[in-house]
């Protein structure tokens, strides 16, 4: 057995008569087009996703879907990451999409999902779906199913600085924090490092509000220097990061190189690459083996 059990906690696969209708799905659902109109943007199903886990060595991913607008595009899909994740179920984790602008529907679905092996919520995106991580009387029925559950949610966070990209979109720091202090007891993953959140970590009432909020270095590459390793683990701690590629968008290999070029001692490293991911997956009853 290898030293470091890796987990990539961000990828993204699709069932195949989605990719087969990219464009008209991607006329109909802003997410799906804002991802996904670039005919160039990869879409990649289970068996490609695990054929790259072999050539990467990644031992377990977390599968996750979009930010649906529709309820039934929410519905249909997680049922392709279910069925994915039951023939692979010690390489594959599900997480379902929600839409939680309908709120009966998807608490639901969030059962449905819970029910059939899902173990988180994500990738959400707020704005694309038109609803606010701050509105606690919104969410607060969905997190209270995730957090009885031990299940985390995961949203789509960016920058409220620097360079334009497909799907970067408007959630910035303030929206997941007002979360993290509405609900403390949720586990909420904060993809692509939080847009910058960890920063007011150095704020002693920040870090003590963030202490179930994680870090995912999806597509680090795209967005920040290998040093985002060493000044996140700084100021959040080695056990709030999680190694997260964006697959397709990021090849998991190339996501894992990009990891290695910032040079993390060996325990930080072995956190980072699946010690947290496999601890935080664990409390809700997934076991994943040692490395
Ligand atoms: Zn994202």
């Given at each position: 057995m290898r030293e470091v059990r890796v987990i990539d906690f961000h990828t993204h696969i699709m069932p195949d008569w989605v990719r087969r209708e990219r464009e008209h799905y991607a006329s109909v659902d802003p997410c799906f087009a804002a991802l996904y109109t670039n005919p160039k943007a990869k879409l990649a199903t289970a068996e490609e996703l695990l054929a790259s886990m072999d050539e990467a060595s990644v031992d377990v991913s977390v599968v996750l879907n979009i930010g649906w607008t529709s309820h039934e595009m929410c519905v249909r899909t997680n049922d392709y990451l279910i069925e994915a994740a039951s023939l692979h179920p010690d390489r594959l984790i599900p997480f379902c999409a929600l839409q939680p602008a309908s709120p009966e529907r998807a608490v639901e679905e969030l059962q449905r999902c819970a029910a059939s092996g899902a173990r988180g919520i994500g990738e959400l995106r707020p704005d694309i779906q038109g609803f606010s991580l701050a509105d606690s009387s919104l969410l607060s029925p969905i997190v209270e199913i995730a957090s009885a559950r031990q299940m985390v949610i995961l949203t789509h966070v960016s920058e409220p600085v620097g360079h334009a990209y497909a799907g970067k979109g408007t959630v910035t720091p303030e929206q997941p924090y007002r979360f993290a202090a509405e609900f403390p007891q949720a586990v909420l993953v904060c993809a692509h490092w939080g847009g910058g959140l960890?920063?007011?970590?150095?704020?002693p009432e920040v870090r003590q509000t963030l202490s179930n909020v994680y870090f995912d270095t999806a597509a680090t590459q795209y967005l920040y220097s290998p040093d985002i390793f060493s000044v996140v683990e700084r100021i959040a701690g080695s056990d709030h990061i999680l190694f997260g590629s964006d697959f397709p968008l990021v090849s998991q290999e190339r996501a894992l190189q990009e990891m290695d070029k910032a040079e993390l001692g060996s325990a930080t490293r072995k956190l980072i690459a699946g010690e947290n991911a496999r601890q935080l997956l664990s409390h809700g009853g997934t076991q994943i083996e040692r490395a």
């Open positions: 960890p920063f007011y970590n150095l704020m």
